[in-house]
């Protein structure tokens, strides 16, 4: 829903032409944007770009100032200026920012490296074009649980979860127990992942003695059996 912002100045003087007060202007937008994203980021700024000049014919005029409903950014604000004898629309420029408390790398992460808690931290930083993006952002040092970087991370990187990754059940290379069920008998067998996975998925993991390739599903985080 769009909201509108209303300022009445009055003077007492009669003259044929008033200028309308820039600042006022940038008052209102200001009083806009902290009304619609003071509660949502821990911080907001607005840089208006551009002061605009406008003469009006009445020293009594009204300030309607309406958002657009993506105005993050650099944004067009619409502005109403009416006086009793006309009625102008301007657009002014604004670039609006906001931040939040967010998870952000505090050392270097290597790609599909597993994080810690002693990797992130949170920390005030600017999120809009993140939130343009309509990016998920991470907030808190428990997103980070089971989880590693999918590409390089840079210290002060913000995490979002297209950034990050489960870490899978078995990953390549490891040392497994083949299950292998043979009418009453249930027979393990050392076998080495060649992929990771997670539980469920069916994977090539190798017979270091016969050099044999296998397909096994992989049951639990140590054990495998014979796919089917």
């Given at each position: ?23 006022q ?22 840089t ?57 790398a ?27 993006a ?5 907030k ?12 390089f ?6 995490l979002t ?20 069920e043979?009418?009453?008998l ?22 270091p003695?016969?050099?044999?390739v ?15």
């Open positions: 829903m769009k909201t509108f912002y209303s300022l009445l100045l009055l003077t007492g003087l009669t003259i044929a032409a008033t200028v309308v007060d820039a600042a202007i940038e008052t209102q937008i200001r009083q806009a944007v902290n009304e619609r994203y003071g509660n949502v980021y821990t911080k907001v700024e607005v208006i770009l551009g002061q605009p000049r406008i003469s009006m014919e009445n020293a009594t005029y009204e300030l309607s100032v309406r958002l657009p409903e993506k105005s993050l950014g650099l944004t067009i604000v619409p502005v109403t200026i009416t006086s009793t004898k006309e009625s102008r629309q301007v657009r002014v420029q604004a670039n609006i920012r906001v931040y939040d408390q967010v998870l952000v505090q050392q270097p992460v290597d790609r599909r490296q597993n994080l810690t808690e002693l990797m992130v931290k949170v920390s005030q930083e600017e999120v809009t074009p993140y939130v343009l309509k990016k998920d952002i991470c808190t040092v428990d997103r980070a649980n089971g989880k590693r970087s999918k590409s991370l840079k210290p002060g990187d913000i979860a297209d950034k990050l990754e489960s870490i899978p059940d078995v990953l390549k290379d490891q040392v497994l127990s083949l299950i292998v043979q009418k009453s249930s027979i393990k067998l050392p076998v080495k992942a060649l992929a990771e996975g997670f539980i469920g998925n069916t994977i090539q993991v190798l017979n003695k016969s050099n044999i296998l397909m096994a599903r992989i049951s639990d985080k140590q054990s495998v059996v014979l796919a089917n």
